[in-house]
DNA sequence: AAAGTCTACAACCGCAAAGTT
DNA sequence: TAACTTTGCGGTTGTAGACTT
């Protein structure tokens, strides 16, 4: 047996809100809560599913959502966390208080990701030209960070040990202590080696120390191997 | 001024993970 | 433990407004 799609129900709106909505959506979370997202439209007497209505609030009338331009910080967090992370843009977004991970994922596809694939071609060029110089036949890989943390790959750590700047290397998973019982057994469980690829303020951390280095580090290992 | 094209972003959809019974 | 429900995520689409021809 099937889920029932959220929005199969007859009569129920789609398309964009109105003030109206918005303001019965925002009353009722204000005055209720939003333990229940499938019941809340009932509840609230709006004729839309919970889905559109948990979308409308996260990411338009929560009152900490940040409206407006991103910042040149915003926009350098962003490019250097979607090296590191790829497209999760909620674990992006959570670095980003008061901004949400559809906008950060729109403001990608509208304005950096053109950035960054400029900027790639150029470190390509840049690398090829470096290569042909050193007389090496080895193929340059264009991706970025060989670790890109995603939900069902692991990164390579061995390489990673290598590859990170002295200066950092204190900073690496076997080093380091686990935040409590609780995590330190599921990542003993759920990776021999010991780490939790989940763990974004570690990388976070790690990536901000040493950012631009470590890949710069990595893409000349690469070309070595 | 009209038509065509581009850009930005709100919203939808399907899927998978997490939670519940 | 299986079946089912709910939530959250990321990809994609629809469309209004801006811009160009």
Known sequence: MGRTPCCEEMGL??????????????????QHGHSNWRALPKLAGLLRCGKSCRLRWLNYLRP????????????????KLHGLLGNRWSAIAAKLPGR????????????LKKRTEQHSLATAQRKNICQNSRGSNHEINSVKVPFTLSRNNLFDEQLLQRSVPRQSQSLLPNQRQPHDSTSGETMNQSRPNGVNNDDMDFWYSLFLKAGDQLECIIETSRASH
């Open 13 to 30: 709106k789609k398309g964009p809100w109105t003030p109206e909505e918005d303001f019965i959506l925002t009353s009722y979370i204000q």
């Open 100 to 111: 949400t991970d559809n906008e950060i994922k729109n403001f990608w596809h509208t304005h």
């Open 64 to 79: 900490d959502v940040k409206r407006g331009n991103f910042t040149e910080d915003e926009e350098d967090i962003i490019i």
